[in-house]
């Protein structure tokens, strides 16, 4: 798709306009939404997260880098008078301050009320946030101390925290244009004071930067922000200053998306009209930046620069097409509003979708009409991008008409174009059968074009309408491309290579960042931990496996017990051994939770109760996790082999900021009416449903029993084999030591948000085990024995046992 069309924006609901509404542009009225996040703040997420990632990649593999910025910096500025930067740091932060006791005060006069709460959270947890990372990594890699560019200065910056909290009241709080650049400036500005007068490098102002964005971006996805939004009466307003004057403005149908509303002209002709605010028109500029990276589109996708040179382009193709003599919806204006969203009006064509008519309404005669739309385009060079059959509407006159020029292409390549006839063809055969689709083509287009679509018949060149036409009918893709290769008279092509990756590839590519970022240290002596692995102690092989094994059968027994009715300890052993192989994929810890209620489903159990089995097992899990890490954490404090690490521990100022953070949030989901409602209407019921379908396991013995023993094998067993491991490699680190590694850091770092927590759990493992005095190599070694035994030996036999299950449909 080139064209930067964007999905229509929002409008708020209708509210009554005058049939002449006075005025021009200026006066179109707008209403103030609520939103949460936009496709705006997951690019600024983005920026965020890669300043963030520059800062962490300096902070532990190129500290001296970071120094040397810094001294390059100040010997820049050995020559300036101290009194100059004095004053630039005395008025830059007094201006800070004032702003900082300004604005609540205006927000409060304003009723601002919702911004000032997202501002004062913004503010309290970028300052959390800033002092655990700087905990957590700043501390740990520390760049060489290069000393401030004024010795007698030093100190008087205006700390990292500052520029934390100042980040993140912008984020939140998206000033306007003007005043984000003026602020933004600002901030520089603080970073280079602190570069200049404090010891440290610009490493902590790149974390700092990063840390404040996206917690300001956070707080506003929880609290919300308001936006104006342009009103149906602000549309009638806009559209008559364009010259076309409408009334009985109203929302558009549904089937008539992606327009927004619907109204009439004063020459009684009806007409769509679509918004386009700069929100959507990001979102579609994402969308396509997607498609272009990941698809060989045959194009070099040129963008538009705003959402009206967006819709100018529609209309442009529009009146380009119906110039060749296609059939499209005339354009009656192009309108920009006073806030830069744009407008398209054009005339209603009546008629209904070729998508949501009887297949016997899809004669020869409708069939050869929407070929000849193709070839008008084709003609016009217009590539549509898009040519399913929801673009294309049946007139009351039997003229087919094409709708929703938004993704086309002006000046298309013959690639581009021959998509178009893929598409279509695909679409048609999979509502009229193979045959009838690909002999219309045929009879006006000729054997050629159809020879070329062949090669573009691949799921990934298909819209999603089209492939679900094809997922829902009887009509395969292998059935139309023989079709067409047999009636076009060639042999059968090799397909393009429309992907460049799949979006698997995108995970897997993380995945093996993390790993590589996290295991790079430990990996540098390669040598070393091989000449490790060879001396393990083969006897301990077996133990590994086998503590490995008990962990699947804690599972089925905590599923088990947790059902009440039968279940099988076997067939729920093999569901827990499936869903290592879900876990390589799914998010963590939704893997196997799915998979425990598709199968409490497939058994017959209500999905109330296979929720809240599901849900009490890991319930019990929890708990029982947090008393074995109670009673291991008592029985470590009468040794000092944990010393090291507690003494790691952040500062009690800092757990005191996270706890009153963490009260904040819950009084603000509390304060928020649409979580008041989601807790009355759906957790309470759901609750209660829960309580009682437990009932049968509360009042049983033997379901208890099984229940809270197989959640007792779960941490155990994983423990246990972490201890075989150390003592393969002949660790001598006690088992309390290694269970209490075992039942934090290893399960902090499994929840890391990736699967199975690549990565992060061996770095977390290695760096524990490395603190209770093993050898460096050897607790690589050991920890990769482990993750061997628990993640990555177990996904073969689960592939096998998913397959058998769904083949049974047991799953």
Same mark, same amino acid.
């Given at each position: ?163 934390? /909290? *100042?980040? +993140? @009241? %912008? $984020?939140?709080?998206?000033? =306007? ?9 600002? !901030? &520089? ?122 819709? /100018? *382009?529609? +209309? @442009? %193709? $529009?009146?380009?097409?119906? =110039? ?9 204006? !192009? &309108? ?128 999603? $309408? ?14 139309? !491309? ?330």
């Amino acid at each position: 798709m080139t064209a930067d069309h964007a999905t229509p924006g929002p409008v708020a609901a209708p509210d009554p306009v005058p049939s002449r509404p006075p005025g021009g542009a200026g006066a179109a009225s707008y209403r103030d939404v609520v939103v949460r996040a936009d496709v705006s703040d997951l690019r600024a997420a983005g920026a965020f997260l890669a300043v963030l990632a520059v800062g962490l990649l300096l902070a532990t593999v190129g500290p001296e880098t970071s120094a040397g910025v810094a001294e390059d910096a100040r010997a820049a500025v050995t020559r300036t008078p101290w009194q100059l930067v004095v004053g630039v740091d005395v008025v830059t932060q007094a201006v800070v301050i004032v702003a900082g006791l300004v604005t609540p005060v205006v927000l409060l006069v304003r009723r601002r009320g919702r911004l000032l709460l997202a501002g004062g959270l913004a503010v309290l947890l970028a300052l959390v946030a800033s002092d655990l990372l700087h905990a957590a990594v700043v501390a740990r890699f520390p760049a060489p101390d290069v000393g401030p560019a004024q010795p007698e200065l030093a100190g008087l910056g205006p700390g990292f925290g500052l520029v934390a /909290a *100042l980040v +993140a @009241v %912008l $984020a939140a709080f998206r000033p =306007a244009r003007v005043w984000a650049r003026a602020w933004w400036s600002v !901030v &520089v500005l603080l970073v280079v004071l602190d570069v200049l007068l404090q010891s440290a490098g610009p490493l902590e102002a790149i974390v700092s930067i990063g840390v404040g964005g996206l917690v300001g971006l956070g707080v506003t996805a929880v609290v919300g922000r308001t936006v104006p939004v342009l009103t149906p009466h602000g549309v009638t307003v806009a559209l008559a200053s364009g010259g076309l004057p409408v009334t009985e403005l109203r929302h558009a149908d549904p089937g008539e998306a992606p327009w927004d509303l619907r109204a009439r002209a004063d020459d009684g002709t009806d007409v769509l009209v679509k918004v386009v605010d700069r929100a959507s028109w990001h979102r579609e500029r994402m969308s396509r930046a997607y498609r272009r990276a990941r698809l060989r589109t045959g194009v070099d996708e040129e963008g538009t620069t705003s959402p009206v040179r967006a819709v /100018a *382009l529609e +209309a @442009v %193709l $529009a009146q380009l097409a119906a =110039a060749h003599g296609a059939h499209v919806p005339v354009v009656r204006a !192009v &309108v920009r509003a006073p806030e830069g969203e744009a407008l398209l009006a054009c005339e209603r064509p009546a008629g209904q979708r070729l998508d949501t008519i009887e297949p016997s309404a899809l004669t020869d005669d409708v069939l050869h009409g929407a070929w000849r739309q193709v070839e008008r385009l084709r003609s016009a060079r217009v590539a549509h991008r898009e040519l399913s059959l929801d673009h294309l509407l049946l007139g009351g006159d039997g003229q087919v008409w094409v709708t929703d020029l938004g993704h086309g292409e002006p000046g298309a390549p013959d690639g581009v174009l021959t998509g178009d006839v893929a598409e279509l063809l695909v679409a048609t055969a999979a509502v009229v059968g193979p045959d009838r689709a690909v002999a219309a083509a045929h009879a006006v287009l000729g054997p050629d074009p159809i020879a070329d679509a062949v090669a573009r018949m691949v799921p990934a060149a298909l819209t999603p $309408a089209t492939r679900a036409l094809l997922k829902d009918g009887e009509v395969g893709l292998d059935d139309v !491309v023989t079709t067409a290769c047999r009636v076009a008279g060639v042999e059968r092509p090799t397909f393009e290579k429309i992907e460049r990756f799949r979006p698997r590839t995108l995970v897997a590519g993380a995945m093996l960042v993390v790993a590589v970022y996290f295991l790079a240290p430990q990996l540098a002596d390669l040598p070393g931990l091989l000449d490790t692995v060879k001396e393990v102690d083969l006897a301990w092989i077996l133990p590994v496996v086998l503590a490995s094994a008990a962990t699947y059968l804690g599972a089925a027994l905590g599923l088990a017990g947790g059902t009440p009715g039968r279940v099988p300890v076997g067939q729920a052993s093999a569901v827990a051994l499936a869903s290592s192989f879900v876990a390589t994929f799914a998010p963590p810890g939704i893997g196997q939770v799915g998979l425990n209620i598709r199968y409490l489903q497939r058994r017959g159990f209500a999905t109330p109760v296979a929720v809240s089995a599901s849900a009490a097992k890991e319930a019990a899990v929890l708990t029982v996790h947090l008393t074995l890490l109670a009673a291991f954490a008592l029985w470590a404090g009468t040794t000092d082999a944990l010393a090291d690490e507690l003494a790691g521990l952040p500062s009690g100022r800092t757990l005191a900021l996270v706890g009153l953070g963490v009260v904040l949030l819950v009084v603000v989901a509390v304060l928020v009416p649409a979580v008041r409602r989601l807790v009355r209407d759906r957790v309470v019921p759901a609750v209660r449903s829960s309580v009682t379908a437990m009932h049968d396991v509360v009042t049983s013995p033997a379901k208890m029993v099984a229940l809270l023993g197989g959640v007792v094998l779960l941490p155990l067993g994983y423990a246990v084999c972490l201890y075989f491991s150390v003592r393969a490699f002949d660790g001598d680190a006690g088992f309390v030591a290694v269970a209490l590694v075992s039942l934090t850091a290893g399960t902090v770092a499994t929840a890391a948000p990736v699967p199975g927590g690549v990565g992060a759990v061996e770095a977390v493992l290695v760096a524990s085990l490395t603190g209770l005095g093993l050898d460096g190599a050897n607790a690589l070694a050991a920890v990769v024995l482990y993750r061997l035994a628990t993640f990555w030996l177990p996904i073969a036999p689960g592939a096998v046992a998913f397959r058998a299950l769904t083949r049974r449909e047991v799953l």
